[in-house]
């Protein structure tokens, strides 16, 4: 079945850096867009990042992570990546991926995803 497992997350302290997996299985990764979200506690799942499916020349960010988030694919490993820079105490959230085959032109509806992974936490405190 499809299947998305992300990895990497913890506590570090604003400034940090992290790198964010997600890995997977059960389907033909290489076709697939995969987007990264993230919720924080009390509000509403947004999207922060997409990577195209196939060689990922797409990518799209959130304004508020530009420049300080880089998403990147392996399609031989099945893995995508999400390395956070300066990290702000506003980026604590549960992050997760989901994959489908969308435009990252337009990728931020949480109903355009069939799959997702179970989360990550991300926490941002000194």
């Known amino acids: 079945q499809y299947q998305l497992v992300e990895s990497g997350g913890g506590l570090v302290q604003p400034g940090g850096s992290l790198r964010l997996s997600c890995a997977a299985s059960?389907?033909?990764?290489?076709?697939?867009?995969i987007a990264w979200f993230r919720q924080a506690p009390g509000k509403e799942r947004e999207g922060v990042s997409c990577?195209?499916?196939?060689?990922?020349?797409?990518?799209n960010y959130a304004d508020s992570v530009k420049g300080r988030f880089t998403v990147s694919r392996d399609n031989a490993k099945n893995m995508v990546w999400l390395q956070i820079n300066s990290l702000k105490p506003e980026d604590t959230a549960v992050y997760y991926c989901?994959?489908?085959?969308?435009?990252?032109?337009?990728?931020?509806?949480?109903?355009?995803?069939?799959?997702w992974g179970q989360g990550t936490q991300v926490t941002v405190s000194s």
């Open positions: 990577i195209s499916g196939g060689d990922g020349r797409i990518t």
């Open positions: 989901a994959a489908d085959l969308i435009d990252c032109r337009v990728y931020t509806d949480n109903y355009q995803y069939g799959t």
């Open positions: 059960g389907f033909s990764f290489h076709y697939y867009a």
